[in-house]
C-alpha cells in the first residue's frame, strides 16, 4: 500500500534502492556479529564504570571495526544519496501533487521559528538537512518518507510507515478502551506517519501535529489531505508548543524522545502536563529497549548510533525512569511497558506488558493521566 504523495522509484531507483536496503541489512547482520565477537574479547569485565564507553573506545583499534564502522556510515550516506537523487528528479512533480491535494487540514509556518540548535547543526539519521532542511517546497519531506522506508528495512508498515501510529492507538484501546478524546496533539509528527493512522481511530477529534521542519509539514499536510485526514500542522517545539494551556484530550510521541536535546525529558513530559486537560491522557512511544536490559554489544551499539548516527539522545532515552519523569510532572495512573507492533487496531486489543518482543515486534510505551 501506498499513498499519492510517496516518490516513485525507475526501475533503476528501485534496484539502487533494494540495494541500499539489503547492504544494510548485511551491514546489521552477517558483518556485526563479528563485531559483536570483539567487543566480548575487550570486555573489561563487571563493574566498569562506563564499560560500553570503554569497550567502544577500545574497538576503534581494531582494524576490522574501523572498517565495519566506516561501511556501516556509508551504507547510511548511499541510503540518502540514491533517494535523493530520485526525489530530486521527481521535485516538480511532487510540488504539483501538493498543490492538487484537497483543501482540507491546515499547515502553518512561523518565519520568526527558532529551530532547537542540536537539530540544526546535525544531520539526524545522516540525512541531509536532517529534520529541518528546507528548499521551500515539499522535497525533504518526500526524503524522509521514502528514505524511511528503506532505512527501516519496510519493517513499519511498509511504504506507509505508518505502523507506529496504530501501535499506540491499540495501546489507547488496550488501557482506556472508553477513551475518546476531542482534540489530540502529536508532539514530533514530521510527516505525519503515525498522527494519520492514530487520528483515524478518533474521526471525530479534532487532528493536530508540530515538528521542527517546516519542509516536513508542507509535506504532511498534502499526504494527509491526499489520505483524506483533516489535520492542522503548526512549526513548533515539543518543549515549548505553540497552544494554551489544557488545550487536548491527548498528548502522544512516536519516537520523539530519543531525538531531544539531551537533559530535556522531563521538560517535554511538563510541556505534555501543562497542555492536558484534567484527565486527559499522555502517551509516548519509543525504541524497545531499556539500557540496563541490553546486552554488552547492544549497550556498544548505542554509543554508535549517539556518535555516528547523529543520536546523541539515544542512552538518554533508553535509561530514563518514566515513572518518575511522569510522576514529577503531575501525572497518574502511569503504566511503563510495551506494546506489541500492529497494523491494525482494536478496542479490547491487548498486546502490552513488560517484556519487548524486538525492535519492529513491540514498542515501549508510557502513558498515563492528567
Same mark, same amino acid.
Given at each position: ?102 483543501? $482540507?487540514?491546515?499547515?502553518?509556518? *512561523?518565519?520568526?521559528?527558532? $529551530?532547537?540548535?542540536?537539530?540544526? *547543526?546535525?544531520?539526524? !539519521? ?38 507506529? &501510529? ?65 489535520? !492542522? #500542522? +503548526? ?24 531525538? #531531544? ?17 484534567? &484527565? ?40 530514563? *525512569? ?17 506494546? *506489541? ?19 519492529? +515486534? ?9
Amino acid at each position: 500500500m501506498s499513498h499519492p504523495m510517496l516518490p516513485g522509484a525507475s526501475h533503476d531507483e528501485m534496484a539502487e534502492q533494494l540495494f541500499v536496503r539489503d547492504l544494510k541489512g548485511f551491514v546489521a547482520g552477517a558483518a556485526e556479529e563479528g563485531q559483536r565477537a570483539a567487543a566480548a574479547a575487550l570486555d573489561p569485565g563487571e563493574g566498569h564504570n562506563a564499560r560500553a564507553e570503554e569497550i567502544f573506545d577500545r574497538l576503534h583499534g581494531l582494524a576490522s571495526f574501523r572498517n565495519w564502522a566506516a561501511l556501516r556510515r556509508e551504507s547510511q550516506e548511499l541510503l540518502w544519496d540514491v533517494v535523493g537523487a530520485s526525489v530530486r528528479r521527481q521535485a516538480a512533480e511532487l510540488e504539483a501533487r501538493a498543490a492538487a491535494a484537497p483543501a $482540507i487540514g491546515s499547515v502553518t509556518v *512561523d518565519p520568526d521559528f527558532v $529551530i532547537p540548535s542540536h537539530l540544526a *547543526d546535525h544531520d539526524v !539519521h545522516l540525512m541531509p538537512g536532517g529534520y529541518v532542511g528546507d528548499d521551500g517546497g515539499v522535497a525533504q519531506g518526500a526524503l524522509m518518507d521514502r528514505g524511511g522506508a528503506v532505512y527501516m528495512l519496510g519493517r513499519n508498515g511498509g511504504l506507509m510507515n505508518d505502523r507506529r &501510529g496504530h501501535t499506540a492507538a491499540a495501546h489507547l484501546f488496550h488501557r482506556f478502551p472508553d477513551f475518546a478524546p476531542k482534540r489530540l496533539l502529536e508532539l514530533g509528527c514530521g510527516i505525519g506517519a503515525s498522527l494519520v493512522p492514530l487520528a483515524g481511530y478518533f474521526p471525530g477529534a479534532e487532528a493536530h501535529g508540530i515538528d521542527v521542519g517546516a519542509a516536513q509539514l508542507r509535506y504532511a499536510h498534502a499526504r494527509a489531505a491526499h489520505l483524506g485526514a483533516a489535520v !492542522h #500542522l +503548526r512549526l513548533g517545539d515539543a518543549l515549548a508548543a505553540p497552544f494554551p494551556d489544557e488545550s487536548f484530550d491527548l498528548v502522544f510521541s512516536c519516537v520523539t524522545i530519543h531525538e #531531544l536535546q539531551p537533559g530535556t525529558i522531563g521538560a517535554m513530559m511538563d510541556e505534555c502536563h501543562r497542555l492536558l486537560r484534567p &484527565g486527559g491522557v499522555v502517551l509516548h512511544l519509543e525504541v524497545p529497549q531499556r539500557y540496563a536490559e541490553m546486552d554488552l554489544w547492544g549497550q556498544v551499539r548505542g554509543e554508535i548510533e549517539a556518535r555516528y548516527n547523529n543520536e546523541p539522545n539515544w542512552k538518554a532515552a533508553t535509561s530514563a *525512569d518514566y515513572v518518575a519523569l511522569l510522576g514529577q510532572a503531575g501525572f497518574r495512573d502511569i503504566a511503563v511497558g510495551y506494546q *506489541d507492533a500492529t497494523d491494525a487496531a482494536a478496542r479490547g486489543n491487548a498486546g502490552f506488558g513488560a517484556t519487548s518482543k524486538g525492535v519492529f +515486534r513491540s514498542w515501549a510505551v508510557m502513558s498515563a493521566i492528567r
